[in-house]
């Protein structure tokens, strides 16, 4: 594999294959942190060894405790190391923040290592979790870099949270904890006897129902389950009383402000070096916590265990890969969106700037797309959770909790549509119309429907949510959560899903023509035809689509509005969706480049609103240029780049596509602040005093996209009910590129060539050295679909 640009900047650069990002400094300027999770147990861990464990729902069933404070970003579960001298210092940076002689942190796919000098004790701390195991596995390995005997006492140390245990109730949730120290198990227990959950017998009345545990592979020499000894009463992290005396006060039991800490002892001989590993998790039962620990305190299993990661991870990233003359598109598109997308969005569901847990309808929905070239069957199993929490009216819970199934139920208006137009995207990959015969519940009616009627429902409820002129309403939001007050009344109506229902009309039609439903294909077409001609008839604001009416009929995103000029989701989609023809739509692109394009991507709106407006919504309370308030919003600003692409416009999908790279961003670290290896939710517009910083990273539904745009707009390499579409739009500088993917279990190995140096448009398209006749168009090249398991060479040709 060749090297990449490894973009290095004072805070760090990709290592040469770009899988692992490596941090030289603890002093980024906002925590740059790895999102680690198997889809059950995770954990979040920053470059200065920060960070919380969770199980299953990062909220609701948080193991250790974490307050969100991007500043200090103290709460973590730290090691401490204390010399033969008296020194201190820990791991990581956090908590003692002594000066390391040299410091090092990677994040890797599945992992993070922290390494660091102190004292010339080298410690390297390697965290993962076992790709099926409810645990996390720490393994410090300690090297003495100097010439004497070291006498080293280690110590862990973190806070249990169990469950939902809000810092502000502190007091009132750790009476119910109990800890208890097991000689056998070389480490601690502990439980809860309430949780926040309502049950039959009623509110606070059941127990938290795992055991959580924290162990050593070596016989710990003490230990502590109170931070009051621990700490000292009015100690500091930084300076534990315990750690300065070299020994633990071995308090557990009920009664306790319950913390986990361990001990154990070693001397290092010169040159030596030593490797513990400790664990921590949350088990089902107690004896499976046992078996656990039983079995990490073997170096094999934890090795094993590592390896499983890799193998695991390579298995899913290596189904993918580009190879284009950008370093940073390839290592975004091979790695770091995918893995950002699985196990941050979709697995995690939580990060730093949103500790999340809940799964919001539309949004991991539109994540799971990205497993369609991957793993389609991924994206099938969360359309079926998802059809399973909605209603018989075909409306859908906004966003929902795993484990408790408590979700928010209201009229915003778009959520719903989702489902068909996800299940769109998975029939163009799969072309597994079965699919659409699974019969699943709803969630006030067990009997359930098949999932084509789940589909038919939520368009049918869509469509009888309309105002007398014919544009469907907005409620209380539409994509923009934001715009939360617009539609209250069930008035005012919304542009953007109006282009979006048309676009969910035309591609549900031919499902339904397949699955011969003839009369709703014919009704979807019809309504269709009259949606886009109310459109252009009603929603032109001249220059530009407006982006919604208010109860009161006023409107958004026109000229006639001061703050909230034009938005970009109005004009972006009505390329998307087709509603805008040829001339208009080159029109609407042109208006988002000149009013809506900064230096960081396309705004979300533009200007900014100053003075918050109840008769809109909550986005109109941002500060100005922050998130939806003017700011690129990163998911939004991927959509540019479709359309840009539907115009063949290669040099600005291009240009878009790499404002949105967070590489690019990254390369100005000061002013961005954010990791440069994953998306950010946003970056604030030209209106804020911070213009260009970064903000909101991992939790965001703009990785998923930004890798489709990549993949399928850019590259051109998309899926269709025919077959594989190859429609490069890309810079005409390229020479060529070349995608390695899975389709339809067949594997293809394409070459673009570009000897014209042009923007888009195949000439010739060659099969396996057979020129190939499926031809329809110079940007409707379809490649057919192949039995499962054989590979195929691809070669096309751009060509006037
Ligand atoms: C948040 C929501 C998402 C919404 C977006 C824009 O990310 O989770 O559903 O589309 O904001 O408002």
Not at 669 to 688: L, R
Request: hydrophobic share 35%; proline share 4%; aromatic share 12%.
């Amino acid at each position: 594999m060749k090297s990449l640009n490894s973009f290095k900047t004072k805070y760090g650069h990709f290592s040469p294959d770009g899988k692992e990002y490596i941090i030289t400094t603890p002093r980024t300027p906002r925590p740059w942190i790895n999102v680690i999770s198997n889809g059950d147990y995770g954990i979040t861990v920053s470059q200065t060894g920060s960070g919380y464990s969770w199980r299953t729902h990062a909220q609701l069933n948080r193991l250790t405790r974490w307050e969100q404070d991007l500043i200090r970003d103290e709460w973590g579960k730290y090691i401490y190391l204390r010399d033969e001298k008296g020194n201190v210092w820990s791991a990581g940076w956090k908590p003692v923040c002594s000066e390391p002689d040299s410091y090092e942190c990677r994040h890797g796919i599945g992992y993070t290592t922290i390494r660091s000098t102190y004292f010339g004790i080298e410690t390297e701390l390697l965290i993962f979790v076992p790709i099926d195991k409810p645990l996390e596995l720490w393994s410090l390995t300690i090297r003495n870099r100097t010439r004497r005997t070291r006498t080293l006492d280690v110590f862990t140390y973190f806070e249990w949270g169990l469950g939902q245990a809000p810092d502000w109730h502190r007091e009132f949730h750790k009476s119910f904890i109990e800890t208890e120290y097991n000689a056998d198990a070389h480490g601690l227990f502990a439980t809860k006897r309430l949780w926040e959950m309502t049950t039959e017998r009623g509110h606070w009345n059941t127990n938290w129902p795992y055991v959580a545990f924290h162990s050593s592979s070596v016989r710990p020499s003490s230990y502590d389950g109170d931070k009051e000894t621990f700490l000292g009463m009015y100690g500091t992290h930084r300076n534990p009383v315990s750690v300065e005396k070299g020994k633990l006060k071995k308090r557990t039991g009920n009664w306790l402000d319950p913390i986990g800490s361990l001990h154990i002892r070693m001397s290092l001989p010169p040159g030596a070096e030593r490797t513990s590993c400790f664990t921590l998790g949350a088990a089902d039962t107690k004896s499976q916590a046992c078996d656990l620990i039983r079995k990490y305190r073997d170096k094999k299993e934890v090795n094993a265990a590592l390896e499983g990661v890799h193998y695991h991870w390579e298995n899913i990233l290596g189904t993918l890969e580009v190879d284009t003359p950008d370093d940073a598109m390839n290592i975004m598109e091979n790695t770091w969106l995918k893995y950002q997308a699985i196990s941050g969005r979709m697995w995690g569901r939580t990060a730093y700037y949103q500790t999340g847990g809940a799964y919001g309808f539309r949004d991991q929905l539109q994540d799971s797309q990205l497993w369609l070239p991957i793993d389609a069957e991924q994206t099938k199993q969360q359309i079926l959770l998802h059809a399973r929490h909605q209603f018989s009216d075909g409306t859908v819970y906004h966003w929902w909790h795993p484990i408790s199934e408590i979700g928010l139920h209201r009229e915003i208006s778009d959520t719903l549509l989702w489902l068909p137009f996800v299940v769109v995207s998975y029939l163009q990959e799969t072309d597994d119309f079965s699919a659409l015969r699974i019969h699943e519940p709803f969630v006030d009616d067990r009997s359930g429907a098949s999932l084509y009627d789940h589909c038919v429902r939520a368009i049918d409820k869509a469509l009888q949510r309309f105002s007398e002129r014919g544009l469907p309403l907005i409620g209380a939001g539409d994509w923009n959560d934001g715009l939360s007050a617009v539609g209250l009344e069930m008035k005012g109506e919304s542009v953007w899903l109006a282009h979006f229902l048309h676009r969910v009309l035309i591609d549900f039609a031919e499902v339904a023509e397949r699955s011969e439903d003839l009369e709703r294909a014919g009704l979807y077409r019809e309504r269709a035809a009259r949606l886009k001609d109310t459109i252009n008839a009603v929603a032109w604001d001249g220059e530009w689509y407006y982006r919604a009416t208010k109860d009161s009929g006023e409107k958004l995103g026109s000229k006639a509005n001061k703050e909230g000029r034009i938005y970009l989701n109005a004009q972006t989609w009505a390329v998307i969706a087709g509603v805008a023809e040829r001339g208009r739509a080159e029109e609407v692109m042109d208006v988002v480049e000149r009013q809506l394009e900064s230096k960081a991507g396309p705004l979300l709106l533009y200007p900014a609103y100053k003075t918050p407006d109840s008769s809109i919504g909550y986005l109109t309370r941002y500060s100005p240029g922050v998130r939806e308030n003017a700011g690129v919003y990163t998911h939004a600003a991927t959509w540019a780049v479709i359309a840009e692409a539907m115009l063949g416009r290669g040099k600005e999908a291009f240009r878009i596509y790499s404002k949105l790279n967070p590489i690019n961003r990254g390369k100005n670290p000061d002013e961005y602040s954010a990791e440069p290896y994953v998306t950010p939710g946003n970056i604030e517009g030209p209106e804020s005093p911070f213009y260009g910083r970064g903000g909101w990273t991992w939790y965001t539904g703009s990785a998923a996209w930004l890798f489709r745009v990549g993949l399928e707009w850019i590259l051109g390499i998309r899926a269709t009910t025919d077959g594989l579409i190859i429609d490069p739009c890309i810079p005409s500088a390229w020479k060529g590129y070349k995608v390695k993917r899975r389709f339809r279990g067949a594997f293809y190995n394409v070459h673009v060539k570009n000897p014209e140096h042009l923007q888009c448009g195949v000439k010739e398209l060659w099969v396996d050295g057979v020129q190939h006749c499926m031809t329809k168009g110079p940007r409707n090249k379809v490649v057919a679909p192949f039995e499962a398991g054989s590979t195929h060479e691809v070669v096309a040709v751009l060509g006037a």
